[in-house]
Structure formats: C-alpha cells, structure tokens
C-alpha cells in the first residue's frame, strides 16, 4: 500500500469497513462483469469468444450506406447499436482502467478490460468516416422493438444514421471524443500507435462537435424515443475537452474548461445524478481532482474550486448530507433511488464516483464539507460507495444479486433476446420476430442462457424486484450500467485483500 501521512488512520477504517460486513468475492464479481461485454458484442466474434452462446451478428451492418460498421456492442436487451450510450460505456471502462488499472491487474483480468474497450473504440474508429462525418446509429429502436430474435438471425432494419455538418451532434461527437480520448490514455502504454489513432480522431471529433452545434437528436430523429440528449450537449462538449485535456496536457483544453465554465453550465448545474445523458457530475470531479495540479493560475483555481463546489453538492447528496429537498432519495434498503426505469444505472455510476472522489480526498488529506458543514471523511464516501455495490450483489432485502450470474440468487428471465432464445450455437433453425415472441418471450420458462455480468434495472422504490422478462424497467441490463462498476470490483477487490493482511 501507497505510503502517505493518513496511512494508520486509513487502514484502521478500511478494517472497520470490511470487519463489519458480509464479506463479497469482489474479484469474482469483477470477473463477471467482464465477461458482460462479450454477450453484447456485434460483429464477427474471434477465436478467443468466452461467452459460447453467441455467433456471429449485424455483419452487413453499414453495407446499405456503404460504410463498414461491422462491430461494436447492442446497448440492452436489443439490437440496435446506439452512439451516444456506447461512447458513455467506452468512456466509463476507460476511466475505470485509468484510475484503478493496477487492481484489475492485480486480480488477472486487465487484458480483458482492454479487450472490452477496444472493442468499442476499433467500432468508433470505422464510425468516424470523416472528420466531419461520424455514424450515430444502426438500427432503429422502433422496428426492432417489434421483433423478439437472436442477433444471429436479425431480420430487422439495419439502416444507418450519421451526423454531419449539416446534421450535427455535438452531443455525440463530445461523447465519442471523450471515449476516444480516455482510451488513448488506457492504451498509451501497451499499444502506443494504437493510442496515437484514437487520440488523432478525439481531437477531430471535438473540433466538429464544438465548431457545429447542435443536438444529435435532432438530427438523427430515429433515436428520439430511445436516448433523446435532454442534458442537451454543453455538458458532454466540457467532458470531451477534460479527457482530452488527460490525454494530451496541452493547455488549450484546460482553457477550454475554464472559459466555458459558466456559459456551458458547467459551474451553474448542481445536480444529482450521473449517467449517459447527464456528464456534469463526472466533469466537476474531473475538474476538481485538477486542483491538484501545483502550476494552476489564480483564476484557473478559482473556476476549478467552483466546479468543485458543484462535484460536492453530488457527493453530499448522494450521502443525503445536503438540505432536506436535494438528496437523492433510498429505498428502505438503502439503495440511492433515482428513477423506476433502470434505476440501477444511477447507482452503479453514483458507486464509481464515490469511489474516485473518495481516493481524491484521501490523496489530497482533505474532507468534503457538506449542507451545514457537516465534514465527511473519504472512508464514509467509500464505505457509503461499498454498501451501494454489496446491496447490488445480494446485501438487500431480495437477497438477490442484481449481477446476473453472481452469487446463489440471481434475475433468471432478463428483458433480452439473446439470453432468452436456445443459443444459436445449439439450434440453429431460423427464428423470426413473432416467433420469438411466441415461443420464447412469454410466460414463466426461465433464460435458456445466463447473461453473465449484466447489472439489470433493479428493483422498485420499495426494494421489490419482480424477475419477468416483460418488466424491462426493472429485468433489463444495459452496458453502461456495468461499465462504472468494473474500477469499483477492482478497488474492492484490492482493499478486501489488504485489509486481510493488515489484520494479521
Ligand atoms: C436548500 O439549499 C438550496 C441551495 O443551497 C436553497 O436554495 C434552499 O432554500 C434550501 N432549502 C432549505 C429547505 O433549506
Ligand atoms: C433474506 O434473507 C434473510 C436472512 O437469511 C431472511 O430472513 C429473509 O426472509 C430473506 N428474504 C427473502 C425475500 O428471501
Ligand atoms: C412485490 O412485487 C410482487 C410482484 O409484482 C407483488 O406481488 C408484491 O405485492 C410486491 N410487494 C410489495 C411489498 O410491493
């Protein structure tokens, strides 16, 4: 362990923590959670595919428009390829590479955590036709939502949208940049030419974002009723320049950051949540963790202290330590409630930023000072982040483990075509859209394959987890949900691991 002034202190509550608690294999978990993105891949599988039940899928995906767009990941339980939430899952694996790469290491599972981000970013890079050109989409929501098939016997539209510079989507782009950029960093080491490509396309794409201005769903109208950008795109155009501020230190991306601050809303949006839509969270962290930085101007730190501000009333109110009115609301169990539809996700990334926040503090020997200045200690924005993972892996009043796959008591009928159909590996007799509605969506029978590492939707404001497939609010998994947990698993992994031997 890292030697630093706190360090008595801090094994001593890291003991207090996981004396206290039914003890979770974090590193099975990890594991797991891996293994999630190798069900969702689209595209020609390779030879070393863990997940047997899945073939090959979506492989004339782009033909139609000319545009190789063979690859990438199918977001949920369906088979579009949507951008922007593709991206915000590329981004999230990323991070969680860059902060906690050593335990994932540590637990044998890093090659598989660039695996799972190449395989997005390999897509992002055929997507990225042009610098002015990216593709948003392949697929629509509307007549895929028609049809219950395996991705191996699609049937359905497989049309591709993109954004240009008459059809812009600085949304988009800014979420593809930072993608891009994060994993420039990730890969800066082990695969340098690789890394110099994706930053070569984060700059372009930030360029085309910033320099024609609007909402992709605008001009990508199919994707209205499935991630419409509410957040609008100001929020994703500051996280693009802060990766790319990571990825290449040069100082007009910091500029960028401050000069916008205001304009963007960057300083002015106090916020509870952190999700696909929604990146302000994630960008006043991300600017707060700069003020470590010792050659900041005055004015610099003064914009950076600002967003910090911002970054801790989401960390209070994830801790309920802000006024009455702006927490967020927990279910009699405990876990952060958000919203009925997939609440999960609001959980997973509250978990990962806790968890960051939480390493911030401690490196820095600071508290944050919450509503009436209240000081709250990294260890209780960890320990808070734990109980949010062990909830999600079975510490809850279901005594179920929202990770498909882990532990005794899992969802056994996720809301998804794939898992819920024979694999085509056994049968491969054609199945057509109604047919799988007939035969395999309804009723009772559970999935014939177990979606291994999917953080479904979760249960209600209650605690009440009801397993039917046709409960997708609550039975469906999607990407960026488990991508925030991945750094999460891995530090967890590696303090349960420690604390063990401090005890001795
Ligand atoms: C809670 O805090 C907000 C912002 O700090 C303030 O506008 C509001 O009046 C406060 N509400 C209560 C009930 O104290
Ligand atoms: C969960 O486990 C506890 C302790 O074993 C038990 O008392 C409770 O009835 C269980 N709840 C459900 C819903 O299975
Ligand atoms: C939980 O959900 C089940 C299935 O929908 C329902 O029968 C039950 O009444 C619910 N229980 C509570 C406490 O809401």
């Known amino acids: 362990m890292k030697q630093h002034p706190q360090s008595c202190c801090l094994l001593l509550s890291l003991f207090a923590i996981f004396a206290s608690a039914r003890a979770f294999d974090y590193a099975d978990a990890l594991s797991?959670?891996?293994?999630?993105?190798?069900?969702?891949?689209?595209?020609?599988?390779?030879?070393?595919?863990?997940?047997?039940?899945?073939?090959?899928?979506?492989?004339?995906?782009?033909?139609?428009?000319?545009?190789?767009?063979?690859?990438?990941?199918?977001?949920?339980?369906?088979?579009?390829?949507?951008?922007?939430?593709?991206?915000?899952?590329?981004?999230?694996?990323?991070?969680?590479?860059?902060?906690?790469?050593?335990?994932?290491?540590?637990?044998?599972?890093l090659e598989h955590a660039l695996e799972a981000i190449k395989w997005g970013t390999d897509y992002f890079i055929k997507a990225h036709t042009s610098p002015n050109v990216l593709w948003a989409e392949v697929g629509d929501g509307d007549t895929d939502h028609y049809c219950w098939q395996r991705p191996e016997d699609m049937t359905t539209s497989r049309h591709a949208y993109k954004i240009d510079e008459t059809n812009p989507g600085s949304d988009l782009a800014g979420e593809t940049a930072a993608a891009m950029a994060a994993a420039s960093v990730v890969f800066k080491k082990t695969n340098p030419h690789y890394s110099h490509l994706l930053l070569h396309h984060a700059q372009q794409l930030f360029e085309f974002g910033d320099k024609y201005r609007g909402k992709y769903d605008t001009s990508v109208g199919v994707v209205k009723s499935y991630y419409a950008s509410v957040s609008g795109y100001m929020d994703e155009l500051l996280w693009a320049a802060l990766w790319l501020y990571k990825a290449t230190d040069r100082e007009e991306y910091l500029k960028y950051v401050i000069n916008k601050a205001n304009c963007f809303g960057g300083i002015g949006w106090a916020i509870t949540e952190f999700s696909w839509d929604v990146k302000y969270a994630g960008v006043q962290i991300i600017a707060s963790k700069l003020l470590m930085d010792q050659k900041l101007q005055k004015e610099q730190k003064h914009i950076l202290e600002q967003y910090r501000s911002k970054a801790e009333y989401y960390i209070c109110s994830c801790l309920n330590k802000n006024n009455a009115s702006n927490n967020v609301e927990r279910t009699p169990g405990g876990l952060l409630y958000t919203r009925q539809w997939n609440n999960m996700q609001y959980v997973s990334s509250a978990a990962f930023l806790l968890t960051v926040y939480s390493d911030f503090l401690r490196n820095s020997n600071q508290n944050v000072r919450c509503h009436g200045g209240v000081i709250v200690t990294p260890s209780e924005l960890l320990n808070f982040a734990k109980s949010q993972v062990d909830y999600v892996l079975g510490s809850n009043p279901m005594n179920m483990s929202y990770l498909v796959g882990y532990g005794p008591k899992y969802p056994t009928r996720v809301h998804h075509r794939g898992a819920s159909i024979v694999s085509f590996r056994e049968d491969k007799g054609f199945i057509g859209c109604t047919q799988g509605y007939d035969n395999w969506y309804g009723g009772t029978r559970l999935n014939p394959n177990v979606l291994v590492g999917a953080l479904v939707g979760g249960p209600d404001c209650r605690d009440n987890f009801s397993d039917q497939r046709e409960n997708y609010m609550q039975t469906e998994a999607c990407t960026y949900n488990t991508a925030p947990l991945v750094g999460v698993f891995a530090k967890l992994n590696y303090l349960d691991k420690s604390s063990l031997i401090a005890s001795y």
């Open 32 to 109: 797991k959670s891996l293994l999630y993105f190798e069900a969702q891949r689209s595209g020609r599988l390779p030879y070393n595919q863990r997940v047997t039940w899945r073939d090959h899928s979506g492989l004339t995906d782009g033909l139609e428009q000319g545009v190789d767009l063979v690859g990438g990941y199918y977001d949920a339980g369906d088979h579009v390829k949507f951008g922007l939430p593709m991206a915000f899952t590329i981004t999230m694996l990323s991070w969680g590479v860059i902060e906690y790469g050593e335990h994932i290491t540590g637990a044998g599972e």
